[in-house]
């Protein structure tokens, strides 16, 4: 009989991945649906970041193995970047590239949690950091947020779980699924708060170059130097440079800490050569691809958040950044007979043949999450899909 860890017998597929993978099966049969469920820019990378690797391929830099921690020059094209970008100051040895930023918190939770560790996980929360803390036996103490608060927590939520087991506090802005970003003082409140209670914030800031409408995401790490030095700052290339596919993310931080991801990734796994490359000419080339893409985003969403806003039952906020819309769907769902979201999610797709996530993975199961990485006629067409399904059922 097969043996299966009981650790692993608790892990669940990535909602979003399975929901996309139901998708897949249906359009391989021939159904037409809209997939609105991706976490990904439907773009292609740009060319010049594709033929960097290419070259590297051709120049034989890619056939042995690397330093564990990331080629040299990526690293410092990452500290280049923030220092640049966010006037923050890190050294070599305060860096570590890895196979996508869920890598990347992977390692860190595996470095700083022991058993029965507390995490606090402000919900909604992205699917995979729930499992991440209990696959490094970590307990999630999770803080709900409202849409009435824009999905922010506040110092008195945090304060409100904190015991002396807390280990970290994960951030996340701009936010998946909510798209909400904290603003400076926001996150100057928060960031005060861990210094004082001696609480590493992991800061997730993989949307972070994807900000709407005059929002603008500020990296907590920047907001002072006791608040940088509690801080591991998680990015990549994945979002910002439609790189998904080439898995390459990092973590910025204590060198202790980053010290040790490395001693862990060097007998588990570090990312490929050819990527590091590609990625390298990312961050030090032409940046203007970036704002190409954050402007067709912007623009598909001021055309497609009215006519979300105009489905009956639906009921939402603006998001300010990444490229979801998170949706309380709960009285359109009642009232087209289902008792559960994840179930009238399941007949969007079936019958109304258009594709979300239902928010059971985020830890908000009244809600879906919609991604608007398609271009305005189909996202219009998928309005109309659903607004259809919703009136002929009530
Ligand atoms: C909030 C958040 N963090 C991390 C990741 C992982 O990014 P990567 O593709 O670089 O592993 C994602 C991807 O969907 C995400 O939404």
């Known amino acids: ?180 970003i904290y603003s400076r003082a926001e996150l100057e409140t928060i960031g005060n708060w861990a210094v004082e209670n001696d609480i590493l914030i992991i800061s997730d800031e993989i949307y972070y170059n994807l900000c709407y409408n005059g929002h603008e995401a500020v990296s907590v790490a920047s907001l002072s130097e006791p608040i940088k030095n509690q801080t591991i700052v998680i990015n990549g290339v994945s979002k910002s440079y439609a790189m998904t596919g080439w898995r390459i993310g990092y973590a910025m931080g204590n060198e202790t800490i980053i010290k040790k991801m490395t001693q862990f990734a060097s007998h588990s796994a570090n990312p490929a050569a050819v990527s590091q490359y590609a990625a390298l000419a990312a961050l030090t080339g032409k940046q203007e691809v970036v704002d190409d893409m954050r402007r067709i985003f912007e623009k598909r969403l001021n055309h497609f958040y009215p006519l979300l806003e105009s489905v009956p039952g639906f009921k939402m906020i603006k998001p300010q950044g990444a490229f979801y819309v998170f949706v309380n769907a709960k009285e359109a769902a009642t009232r087209t007979g289902f008792s559960d979201v994840s179930d009238f999610s399941l007949a969007l797709i079936e019958e109304a043949k258009v594709a979300v996530v239902s928010g059971d993975g985020f830890g908000f199961p009244d809600f879906i999450r919609i991604s608007y990485t398609l271009d305005e006629e189909t996202l219009t067409e998928a309005v109309n899909r659903i607004k259809s399904f919703i009136i002929s059922k009530s």
């Open 1 to 180: 009989m097969v043996k299966i860890s009981k650790r692993l017998m608790k892990v669940q597929e990535s909602p979003t991945l399975s929901t996309s993978n139901k998708v897949n099966q249906l359009k391989s049969k021939g159904y037409d649906i809209i997939s609105l469920t991706v976490g990904e820019p439907d773009f292609q990378t740009p060319k010049h970041i594709s033929n960097a690797a290419i070259e590297a391929i051709k120049q034989n830099k890619t056939n042995h193995y690397v330093a564990t921690s990331g080629i040299l020059p990526l690293r410092q094209a990452i500290i280049d970047y923030h220092n640049l970008h966010d006037g923050v100051t890190y050294e070599l040895n305060q860096v570590i590239v890895t196979t996508g930023a869920k890598d990347a918190l992977y390692g860190v939770f595996q470095t700083i949690i022991d058993p029965g560790d507390e995490v606090l996980i402000p919900a909604p929360y992205w699917v995979s950091y729930t499992e991440q803390v209990e696959l490094a036996g970590g307990v999630n103490i999770i803080i709900d947020s409202s849409l009435e608060n824009n999905f922010k927590v506040t110092v008195e939520d945090l304060e409100s779980k904190r015991t002396e087991k807390t280990t970290a506090l994960i951030l996340n802005s701009p936010n998946n699924p909510t798209g909400s």
